[in-house]
């Protein structure tokens, strides 16, 4: 057991609560209150400092490219075939890598991974926690997730301007896209409904896509121009799939079409320079405006293109661009979980919920503040 004693928490869910305890049994959280006593708990003395839940951040590629290396350990991007749905991100996760200590360090305890965006569809999407173990399958908290694919100029590169293979537009992007799912979807009606002696031959890559037709999981479609969020959306209405809108650097010339669309937002990386033209629009403005249209959004790092541990310093500047501050925080806490579909386990500090705590000596949209304690599942694992 692990008690945490007197500290201001934020919930997420509510206001802050001073003098405040979080008591952590078997991984969960069982209570929440003041004057809450356990015997043989490990206690922790959270006196003037501040409780949040840990910090989360939904766009990832944390262990499959890796620091300082080159081609060695970059594993992020399958650049073969334009369509590797069955490309598994938890294949190429290396947990050794020294960035998750780094992220561990400022309060990062949950990251979705995704495998890049160099294909139309680039692969399995796996959420994980960052700390505690250094096997992978020990880490996982759902794989897959979502299905990453991808729109826009960087498909384009990789397989048209490389390879003068298609996609050489975006126009074969989208029919990549659409061709693949109607296909995938056509295998699946034949392999529910036909005898086994008339099935079709197994297609792993039509397999990994059942679970979007289905709408158990969605995609999560890199989309920056404005343009490109028009068609993500009009492939999701064609093919009636759930989707997440990663990036979405032109989302505040589209908002209403987003929120018509019903899919939320992955808003960054947002301190990079402009590097492509179609990042030309980019602005921390973004988040919060889709925020204020009432669409549920967060912030991405991207990493490695920010470093994984600067995500509360995204939410700062996403703040000091006119944002309201717990809006912000819920950006990289709540509205992050909520955004995996995992916030029935993480992202607030909830009775029921896991024992993942950030404690800050400041607040985290402080750019002078450190984490004391970082807490995965009601084990320390990092301490300052």
Not at 32 to 45: F, P, Q, R, T
Not at 106 to 123: E, L, R, W
Not at 144 to 160: D, F, R, S, V
Not at 257 to 280: F, Y
Request: proline share 4%; net charge negative.
């Amino acid at each position: 057991m692990l008690l945490i004693k007197n500290g201001k928490v934020f919930t997420m869910e509510g206001p802050a609560q001073d003098g405040c305890d979080i008591l952590i049994k078997d991984g969960k959280i069982v209570q929440i209150g003041g004057g809450l006593s356990a015997d043989g708990a490990n206690v922790i003395d959270a006196s003037g400092k501040f409780v949040f839940p840990g910090l989360i951040d939904a766009h990832t590629h944390l262990g499959l490219s890796g620091a300082s290396v080159r081609w060695e350990g970059n594993d992020h991007n399958e650049t073969s075939d334009a369509i590797t749905p069955h490309m598994r991100s938890i294949d190429g996760i290396n947990a050794f890598d020294e960035t998750f200590a780094d992220t561990i360090q400022m309060g990062v305890t949950c990251v979705a991974t995704s495998p890049g965006s160099a294909n139309v569809i680039g692969g399995q999407i796996t959420a994980m926690k960052t700390g505690g173990s250094y096997i992978t399958d020990e880490l996982v908290i759902k794989a897959p997730i979502a299905i990453k694919c991808a729109l826009g100029e960087n498909p384009k590169n990789a397989h048209g301007q490389s390879k003068k293979n298609a996609p050489i537009t975006r126009m074969a992007t989208a029919a990549l896209f659409r061709e693949t799912f109607i296909k995938a979807k056509e295998y699946m009606v034949k392999m529910e409904k036909n005898a086994d002696d008339k099935k079709p031959e197994y297609n792993m890559k039509y397999e990994a896509l059942i679970p979007v037709i289905k709408k158990e999981i969605p995609i999560h479609i890199h989309a920056h121009q404005a343009n490109d969020i028009l068609t993500a959306i009009r492939l999701k209405n064609e093919l009636d799939i759930r989707m997440v809108i990663i990036h979405a650097s032109d989302g505040h010339l589209v908002a209403d079409a987003i929120k018509q669309s019903g899919c939320p937002t992955i808003i960054g990386p947002t301190l990079t320079h402009k590097s492509k033209p179609e990042v030309k629009n980019k602005t921390w403005e973004t988040v919060n405006i889709l925020n204020q249209a009432g669409i549920l959004t967060c912030i991405t790092t991207d990493h490695p293109v920010i470093p994984l541990q600067h995500l509360n310093l995204c939410a700062a500047l996403a703040v000091q661009a006119g944002m309201d501050r717990m809006e912000a925080l819920k950006c990289i806490t709540i509205y992050a979980a909520q955004v995996m579909c995992l916030d029935d386990r993480v992202g607030s500090l909830v009775v029921g919920k896991d024992g993942d705590v950030s404690i800050w000596d400041g607040c985290p949209l402080d750019a002078t503040g450190h984490v004391t304690h970082t807490i995965i599942e009601g084990k320390v694992v990092y301490q300052r």
